[in-house]
Structures are given as structure tokens and as C-alpha cells.
């Protein structure tokens, strides 16, 4: 078993070209995950000079390639709980949005002609309970009812386990435009098409300290390998840890990095994974700590969730994979005699609201927060951060938030075992 992440494994590394950083730009981007190489690509082709500068070693190593492989629209909390606090108009916008960001997605693998296996087969929500069962029927009948999403479809129990081998479920909610692709092979071709339009991309270039230079947008950027100028900032860091505390500490004390964890399989041959999962779609459990999975191009059963609240690391992974590998069991029997090739972990940068924060501070733009719903989002909110940082303040769908720091929370999660403990007991409750 590997505890590697399937989709770098799977994956050609883009190998940016050698060179040094250059001393002036417009845009310097930190962060080379999606949020960071779509801005990137977006701004280059406005014609701004740009630097990308990534810590590791590799783009979109971190929570962009780290992830479940899923594409999906629909908030990440129930539309009608973010409706009653900001109203039917924005609570829509912001659903909206999401389908925005999946049409961005399928748009950039179109445009650039990259090869990663994008299809939308939908997401399928899945209730263990009849609790839940009936939670996803008032969410389908009120998404209809105020026009959000008159796409989505309640199927019952029959109907799922005619598509989903195992009988856990009691029904579950469609939404039609969610999709899938290879998380490794998207990073490998946005990357390229970013650099095809001009900008720079730098790998092992840790970002240690910005320094502003007077009151405006200008900053000094200063990494391990020299300094760069820059007219304008976008923080695109997600919850990696890289970086001067200080530089970054205003946004560490706003997002929860919470570990996600995924096993996936041996390839099970396409007979067995069509007869486990008929339609290929994506798939999600309703529960606080909750499971998602689907098939990979090559029939593997890619299985995640929150089996731990503990960051990722080999330990903490390998423990994680035994949990997963129960759960699997658990949902899939048929699966015990399956062994598991790949194991990883990642950060899921969630906030409060579990909705995503993006705007500028102090000079500095930024877009993060997307709470486990970013592979979509991330693409979206970098050409929409192009289009903020070039004067057109109303591309941003999420501007004008407030966002107050966590009490308590100073950067480490200390407070992580309580918060799955808290979880598991509103689980068994339910």
C-alpha cells in the first residue's frame, strides 16, 4: 500500500522550466494549487506579467491534488439553512455559483484540450436513515420551489441499490450536474496551459514573509530563493502549512485545516466496478463524519471521508487507511477480499460558515475557505480574482462577507479530538 496520493502517482509531473525569479511582475501568486495556477492562466492572458510560487515540490500537491477526484455543484450546508440567514436571493446566487464553477472546469478542459477523463455523471447524496432520507426531500423540494436547482431528483431506496451495490442506503438525492475527472492530470494540463499563456510558474520556492510598500497593492514578496516586486498579491494557500506565521497568520486564524482521508483500491476489472457502482457517478453519505467515493478510469474504488480529526501524516494516514478500509467493507461487502493499493491524506480548509471567503485585505487579494467543495470552486474563483484584481470588483460572488476569527483558534488545531467527538455523538443521535 502506498501512502501516496493516487492522482500525482497516476500522473505526469509538470516540470516547470529553470530559471530564476524574476525581479518585478504585476501579479505574484502564492500557491501553485488550482485556485493559483487558474489565476495565473486568466491573468496571463489579460497580459499581466506573472510569477506563481509554489512551496513544494510539485503543483497542486496539496489539498488540489489530495482530494476525492469529485467535481460537484450544491453548497456545501443545506440551501435552505444558508437561505434563512441571508436571504433567497443570495442563498441562490451562491448555489449558482457552483454550477458556475463546474461549467468553468468542463470550459478550461475544452479550451486547453486536457486529457483527464472530465464527465458529468452527477452526485448522488446518499441517506443511511430515514431522517435523512427525509432531510434530502425537503432540501429537493425547496431547491424546486424557489428555482435553485429544478434538476436535482429524490430517488428511493429501489431505484439507489439498482445503481449502487449495497444496502446501507435507504434513497438519496441527484444532482445532475455534478462531475468527475483525474485530479493529477487537470493539475499537469492547467499548469501547462499557464505557461503557454506566459506566466512563470516556480516550484521550491517557499514564500516567507511579505512586506508591503506603502499604502497600496505593492508588495515585496520574499522567499527562500530572493525577492520578487510585486504590483499586486494573491494568496491562494489554502490550509498548507508553508510560510511565515506572521504573513499569514490574519487567514490561519479563519480556517479549521481538517484532515480528509482516501483509500483506493486494486483495480477491481470493469465488469466488478460497473456491478458495484452501475452509473459511475459521484458519491456522498449524509453525516457529520461521512463517506464519498466513486471509480477511478481505471476501476478502482476511490473511498474518502473524515475517518480521523487529526492532520494528515504517514501515521496518522496508515491509521486513517484501516478505518476506511472498515467503512468500505461495510458499505461494499462484496469488497473484503479487495486489497488497497493507495492511501493518502489532506487538508480541507474549512470556515465557520463552511462557505467559501475571498476579497482583499490590506492590499493582499485572497480566495480560500471552500470547506472540501474545491476542486470546482478553486477554478472558478482564479479567473474571477483575475478579473477583481483587474478593476471589476463585482466578478467576486462571494465580496462584501464579514469573516471573524475563530475564537480560540491561533493557527494549530488543537481543538480537533473534541470536534470529531462532538461529531460522532450528533451522528448517533440522528
Not at 402 to 426: M, S
Request: hydrophobic content about 40%; glycine content about 12%.
Amino acid at each position: 500500500m502506498k501512502l501516496d496520493a493516487y492522482w500525482t502517482d497516476s500522473a505526469p509531473a509538470f516540470r516547470p522550466q529553470a530559471r530564476d525569479l524574476p525581479p518585478q511582475v504585476d501579479v505574484a501568486v502564492v500557491g501553485g494549487g488550482f485556485t493559483g495556477l487558474s489565476a495565473a492562466l486568466a491573468l496571463a492572458r489579460r497580459g499581466a506579467s506573472v510569477v506563481v510560487l509554489e512551496a513544494g515540490e510539485r503543483v497542486a500537491a496539496e489539498a488540489s491534488g489530495r482530494n476525492g477526484g469529485h467535481v460537484n455543484n450544491g453548497l456545501a450546508v443545506d440551501y435552505a439553512e444558508v437561505a434563512a440567514k441571508v436571504g433567497v436571493e443570495q442563498a441562490r446566487a451562491w448555489y449558482h455559483a457552483y454550477d458556475a464553477a463546474v461549467d468553468a472546469v468542463e470550459r478550461v478542459v475544452r479550451d486547453e484540450a486536457i486529457d483527464c477523463d472530465f464527465a458529468r455523471r452527477g452526485k448522488l447524496k446518499l441517506a443511511t436513515k430515514p431522517a435523512h432520507l427525509e432531510a434530502l426531500a425537503r432540501s429537493a423540494e425547496r431547491l424546486v420551489a424557489d428555482g435553485v436547482d429544478t434538476d436535482v431528483e429524490l430517488l428511493r431506496a429501489p431505484r439507489v441499490r439498482s445503481e449502487v451495490a449495497s444496502e446501507r442506503f435507504v434513497g438519496g438525492l441527484l444532482y445532475k450536474r455534478s462531475g468527475q475527472m483525474h485530479m493529477g492530470r487537470f493539475a499537469n494540463g492547467l499548469a501547462q496551459a499557464a505557461g503557454r499563456s506566459g506566466a512563470q510558474i516556480h516550484t521550491a520556492t517557499c514564500v516567507q514573509r511579505l512586506e508591503r510598500l506603502g499604502g497600496g497593492q505593492a508588495h515585496r514578496v520574499h522567499t527562500d530563493r530572493g525577492t520578487v516586486r510585486a504590483q499586486q498579491v494573491l494568496l491562494a494557500t489554502g490550509a498548507a502549512r508553508h510560510g511565515g506565521y506572521g504573513s499569514f497568520g490574519w487567514l490561519r486564524r479563519r480556517i479549521v485545516p481538517i484532515g480528509s482521508f482516501i483509500v483506493v483500491t486494486e483495480p477491481l476489472g470493469a465488469e466488478r466496478a460497473s456491478a458495484l457502482l452501475r452509473e459511475r457517478r459521484t458519491y456522498v453519505t449524509v453525516a457529520n463524519i461521512h463517506h464519498y467515493f466513486r471509480l477511478s478510469p481505471d476501476h478502482r474504488l476511490v473511498f474518502g471521508g473524515r475517518a480521523r480529526f487529526a492532520v494528515s501524516s504517514p501515521t496518522s494516514d496508515a491509521k486513517s487507511g484501516e478505518i476506511l478500509r472498515a467503512g468500505m467493507v461495510e458499505t461494499f461487502p462484496s469488497l473484503a477480499d479487495v486489497a488497497i493499493d493507495y492511501c493518502w491524506g489532506g487538508l480541507v480548509d474549512v470556515t465557520q460558515d463552511r462557505l467559501p471567503h475571498a476579497g482583499e485585505r490590506d492590499g493582499l487579494f485572497y480566495s480560500t475557505g471552500y470547506s472540501g467543495h474545491g476542486t470546482q470552486m478553486s477554478v472558478l474563483m482564479g479567473e474571477r480574482m483575475a478579473a477583481v484584481m483587474a478593476g471589476d470588483a463585482s466578478a467576486n460572488p462571494w465580496r462584501g462577507r464579514d469573516w471573524r476569527a475563530i475564537p480560540g483558534h491561533l493557527g494549530p488545531p488543537w481543538f480537533l479530538p473534541a470536534v470529531g467527538l462532538y461529531f460522532r455523538l450528533k451522528d448517533r443521535l440522528a
